[in-house]
């Protein structure tokens, strides 16, 4: 059984940095696509970016273009994700996802495997 357990989630002022990890077990890392997602209170479940299994493509949300990196260590079986320039408006609840297939990175339907989510929080 596949399992993501990600880390890194805390507390930043605005403009500060975190990053993120997510750690995969139970099946090869690099058979998957892996993505960040968030989730604001009240809001749907959303797009941060994507990997492809090489780490050759990455795909970011409007959101997180020029501020975000996204990077996975097939030896490590993690993928990252590091947050700069952050705003308030980046709290959320962030969940890696890991997909077998090959649905493209934004859908949430297209992933297979979810992480428990981590904590960003933003303070102005």
């Known amino acids: 059984q596949v399992q993501l357990v990600e880390s890194g989630g805390g507390w930043v002022q605005a403009g500060g940095s975190l990053r993120l990890s997510c750690a995969l077990s139970?099946?090869?890392?690099?058979?998957?696509?892996m993505a960040w997602f968030r989730q604001a209170p009240g809001k749907e479940r959303e797009f941060v970016g994507g990997i492809n299994r090489s780490g050759g493509t990455i795909v970011y949300a409007d959101s997180a273009k020029g501020r975000f990196t996204i990077s996975r260590d097939n030896a490590e079986n993690t993928v990252y994700l590091q947050m700069n320039s952050l705003k308030p408006e980046d709290t959320a609840v962030y969940y890696c996802a890991a997909q077998e297939s090959t649905m493209g990175y934004v859908l949430r339907q297209g992933y297979n495997y979810w992480g428990q989510g981590t904590q960003v929080t933003v303070s102005s």
């Open positions: 139970g099946r090869t890392f690099n058979s998957y696509i």
